[in-house]
Structures are given as C-alpha cells and as structure tokens.
C-alpha cells in the first residue's frame, strides 16, 4: 500500500469511529412508539371503514390512507423485531381507543372523520419530523424511512383538509381534543 493510500484509510478509520451514535434508549423510544402509533392509525380507519364501508366513495379515499398505515405498520413490526425493542404495552388500549375513535367520528358525518384524519396526521407528521433530528448517521436508513412516512401523513392530512375537515361543526373543539388525545398517547407510548 502506498504511503499516500495508507494515510487515507487512518483518516477514514477515525472518522468513523467519531461516527456520531444514536442514544440507545432515544433509539428504543422512537421504535416503540411510532409502532403504537401505526397500529393506532390501522385501527381508527379500521373504524371508519366499518362505518362507511369499503365501496363507498369517502370509504375509498380512507382506504387509500388504511393502506399506506398498513405498510407503515409492517416496517415498524420489523424494526421491533431487528432492534430487539420491546412494544408498548399499552397495544391493547390503541386498538380499542383507535377503533372507537374511527368508529364515532365516522358516525358524525364523513366532514368529522376527515376532521380526525387532520389533527392526527398534523400531530404524527410534527412527531415524525422531530424524531428524523434526533437520529444520528448511525441510523440513516430508519431516518429516511420515517422522512417518507412523515410524507404519507402529511398527505392524508391534506387529503382531510380537501374533504372539508375545517367545516365540521364543533371542528375547533373536536380537532383540539384528539390533538390532546394523540399527544398524551405519544408521551406513554414511549415508556410504557
Ligand atoms: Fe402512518
Ligand atoms: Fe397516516
């Protein structure tokens, strides 16, 4: 190996052990609870889906998001899995509370079950957003991985918005508390 060569590899050696890591309990959290909150997205338009139906024309356009939340959920099943973290415990509670909050938003018209589309995509894509800053080089793959989710949300969010989430009666109030709902069931996802 030539001199010049050799001083290369050195300076790549070092600059990978200065690789900046990311905090393992940082690692497990976002693992955790980005799956309890796929899960959760799955069953809220589980619920509106039982409401309106598949081959109705709002029951399309959900099942276009249930499909993304769908793929979204897999990979956050394997990454359990790959990273060894353990899920929250609370599944159960998402599964109930996501189909009950599918299930009556949906009854109060289709204007209120996109009401919900909006303020929890607004909620998981500001979530996802902070998270993709707070991983390191370490974890490149899962950052643009959730840089594409937040992507997903993003767009369902503006799907609500072009059915008429904003004309809900009471929407203030409604979006204000699953906002509220979703944020809370962030912040114990990551623990428990
Ligand atoms: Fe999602
Ligand atoms: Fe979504």
């Known amino acids: 190996m030539t001199k010049k060569k050799t001083k290369k590899t050195k300076l790549y050696k ?8 990311t905090n393992r309990q940082i690692l497990e959290e976002i693992i955790r609870v980005d ?14 889906i039982f409401i309106f139906g598949k081959n109705s024309k709002i029951g399309k ?18 990454l359990i899995i790959k990273h060894r973290v353990r899920p929250t415990a609370l599944l159960p509670i998402w599964n109930v509370a996501g189909f009950i909050l599918g299930v009556s938003t949906a009854i109060m018209g289709e204007k209120a079950a996109m009401a919900c589309t909006v303020a929890v995509e607004k909620v998981i894509g500001e979530h996802y957003q902070k ?13 643009s991985t959730i840089k594409k989710f937040e992507k997903d949300e993003l767009e369902h969010h503006d799907i609500g918005i072009a059915h008429n989430a904003e004309k809900t009666i009471g929407y203030s109030i409604l979006s204000k508390a699953i906002s509220l709902g979703c ?9 428990i």
Not at 14 to 21: D, L, Y
Not at 63 to 70: F, G, L, P
Not at 183 to 191: E, G, L, N, Q, Y
């Open 61 to 78: 356009t959900i099942q276009h998001m249930a499909d993304q939340e769908q793929e979204h959920i897999e990979t956050f099943e394997k």
């Open 35 to 48: 799956h309890a909150g796929e899960y959760g997205a799955t069953r809220i338009y589980d619920g509106q």
């Open 131 to 143: 998270q993709a800053e707070m991983l390191e080089e370490d974890h490149k793959k899962l950052k």
């Open 14 to 21: 070092e600059k990978s052990r200065f690789k900046s890591k």
């Open 183 to 191: 944020k809370t069931a962030i912040a114990v996802s990551k623990k």
